[in-house]
């Protein structure tokens, strides 16, 4: 009998089958492509020496008879119909106490619904988000976990094993709640993952068309953010894009420009609007991703608008700044949505704890996280003195880079909306008073007098 089942041996499945049997977990595989060919994971397992403690079936009831009571399945499929079918078949051959381990990108309020459809089956569930993407996953991953506290309990000491030392110098994993919390600071993660990727590739827009500045020169910019206190995953894997090449060429000048996404930064747009705060960065970034799928639109419109074609010079220092105050108000704007949810929910997410998980293995790990842990008030972001002196200290250069954007007809995305963002929460005064008198007047909404 095995000690776990994983259900789903894509490629972050064998990594995380690779991470587990190389800790000595003796694993269940089953994937619904074995029942056609299992040739495919046999050639992985004489390929790679971790994998010698698995054992594939070709049948999900074989699979699940295979495992020691209580049976810990965890499920690493695509989110949407995938995911529900598997978790449905599920319920119905699990026993008692078992535990069932949904590991997929799902939508929190689905995490939710199937917390509540297992314990009606008196299965024991954790929803749980997984950052890393293959190579994390395998080395450790960050894990972000909510669901049944005796699971996990039964769970973490492996958990241990597969996962890597954070800033605090404990394990890259924890338990944020007892329903869909792991989801729910998954999907968060993934919105602050979209915003940094946008703010990384506005600038790389920025400097190649100013005509100025080829890709072995970005990189090396770049380069020496990240050797700083810049320094992030992110910005070390875009440096080894922007230098790749294929056939002679670099590869980032062959890519198309159309980005798509997995729905996660739609969920976190929605979360926003429900709890009412604002999250116009991730708006931006995947408004961004929707506007480039309009290839052909964009293509002839270029051709109607006369656009500056004048080389310029970009101050990057200023560039290095504007970045800064733009990521920390993609923090400022998840904290936010975070405390929100703790309140409405009535949910007890510690921020600080979140940035721990985050700060070893996780996608959006950076220098960055490790000093917001260290040395701000995260749990109330807002009232942080420190973090608004540097916002305001930082503005002027922010303000000098949008400026240089929209002279030289350069759309760099997320930008402006951090500056948006910063000017409303600094202002004493908005215009929304007019917005309460134009609501009266029209549908004899009640206004506030000071």
């Not at 929190?108 to 988000?129: A, D, E, H, R």
């Not at 293959?134 to 958990?159: E, H, R, T, Y």
């Not at 890259?172 to 329903?179: A, P, T, Y």
Request: with cysteine; net charge positive.
């Amino acid at each position: 009998m095995n000690n776990w089942g994983i259900i789903g041996v894509g490629r972050i499945g064998l990594s995380m089958a690779r991470n587990m049997s190389s800790k000595g977990i003796s694993l269940s595989l089953y994937d619904k492509t074995f029942q056609k060919k299992s040739d495919s994971i046999f050639k992985e397992k004489k390929l790679y020496s971790d994998l010698k403690k698995t054992f594939v079936f070709k049948d999900i009831s074989s699979f699940v008879k295979s495992i020691k009571k209580p049976r810990k399945v965890l499920i690493l499929v695509p989110t949407g119909n995938p995911n529900d079918s598997v978790i449905s078949n599920l319920i119905k051959i699990l026993d008692e106490g078992d535990i069932l381990i949904d590991a997929g990108n799902t939508n929190p309020v689905i995490s939710l619904k199937n917390k509540l459809k297992t314990k009606k089956n008196k299965i024991l569930y954790l929803g749980m988000g997984v950052s890393g993407g293959v190579d994390g996953v395998l080395k450790g991953p960050s894990i972000m976990i909510g669901g049944d506290i005796n699971a996990f309990n039964q769970v973490k000491d492996d958990f241990s094993l597969i996962t890597s030392k954070t800033i605090d110098n404990t394990f890259s994993f924890d338990l944020f709640g007892d329903s869909n919390q792991g989801h729910f600071i998954k999907m968060i993660h993934n919105g602050i993952e979209y915003v940094e990727m946008q703010l990384i590739a506005s600038m790389y827009k920025l400097l190649i068309d100013s005509n100025n500045y080829n890709n072995q020169e970005i990189a090396e910019i770049f380069n020496e953010w990240n050797n700083s206190e810049q320094k992030s995953y992110l910005m070390d894997i875009s440096i080894k894009q922007i230098l790749e090449k294929i056939e002679n060429k670099y590869l980032i000048e062959k890519i198309d420009d159309v980005a798509d996404d997995n729905g996660t930064g739609r969920w976190m747009l929605n979360y926003g609007i429900e709890l009412g705060c604002s999250t116009n960065m991730l708006s931006s970034a995947i408004n961004t991703r929707f506007i480039s799928k309009l290839k052909d639109d964009r293509s002839k419109i270029s051709k109607m608008v006369n656009k500056s074609s004048k080389k310029y010079s970009v101050d990057t220092k200023s560039l290095s700044k504007a970045y800064q105050f733009c990521r920390l108000v993609n923090y400022i704007q998840s904290f936010c949505l975070i405390n929100a949810a703790n309140k409405d929910y009535n949910w007890n997410i510690n921020i600080s704890k979140v940035l721990n998980v985050w700060s070893s293995g996780s996608i959006i790990k950076s220098s960055l996280i490790n000093d917001l842990y260290s040395n701000y008030s995260v749990e109330n972001i807002l009232s942080d003195k420190e973090i608004i002196k540097e916002l305001n200290g930082y503005k002027p250069d922010l303000i000098s880079i949008i400026t240089l954007s929209l002279e030289n007809d350069i759309s760099i995305p997320c930008f402006g909306n951090a500056l948006n963002y910063f000017n409303s929460i600094s202002s004493k005064t908005l215009s929304t008073n007019m917005i309460q008198a134009q609501r009266n007047f029209f549908g004899s909404h009640p206004i506030k007098i000071n």
